[in-house]
């Protein structure tokens, strides 16, 4: 399936406030564009090595699924003040796959303090390949989820934002600098 516009779950824990929110996003996109779920739980992927790794039929499905997008929304656990070692594993491994597209994010935290956390994948992404990053992120910490889901109106209004201007800025969006 070729899909325009991703979500991509990186959470690996089944309970995840991420995941919550990245399903959210993608109930946001599933009946205006075309768009695929991807949880990185449904992929088991190898430890990036700077080698043989690169091989991996899992990586190759993967990277060829970023590659096809034109928009990403990288939905995303916040553990020491940066994101998961999931996600970025995923951009070592996948790497230039993600030249050139519209990536936002999604963040969950269980704290108000790590909201810049996520700028260092940001400014990776960026600046090695050239992606337009949304500065609009969401972050939500614990207080913002229940067992059912996102009991936080504030964060669901926020990712419908943020659904609505990645739509926006994708069909905007012609190859950045």
């Given amino acids: ?5 991703l979500v991509i779950s990186c959470s690996l824990n089944p309970e995840s406030n991420s995941r919550k929110m990245g399903r959210e996003a993608f109930a946001q996109f599933e009946s205006k564009v075309e768009a695929e779920w991807i949880d990185l739980r449904d992929f088991q992927l190898p430890l990036c090595d700077g080698d043989a790794a690169y091989g991996h039929a899992n990586v190759g499905k993967l990277s060829k699924k970023i590659e096809n997008a034109k928009c990403i929304i990288v939905a995303v656990p916040i553990y020491n003040f940066d994101v998961n070692a999931a996600a970025k594993n995923l951009v070592e491994l996948t790497g230039r796959a993600w030249s050139e597209k519209v990536v ?9 303090s790590s909201y810049m956390s996520v700028m260092s994948i940001a400014n990776s992404l960026m600046l090695d390949f050239r992606c337009l990053i949304i500065p609009k992120f969401v972050y939500a910490d614990g207080s913002s989820f ?9 964060v669901k209004a926020r990712i419908a934002e943020l659904a609505k201007g990645a739509v926006s800025l994708t069909r905007q969006a012609t190859v950045p600098c």
């Fill in 1 to 5: 399936m070729k899909s325009e516009f």
């Fill in 104 to 112: 936002g994010f999604l963040c969950a935290a269980g704290g108000k």
């Fill in 146 to 154: 229940d067992d059912e889901g996102i009991c936080d109106e504030s």
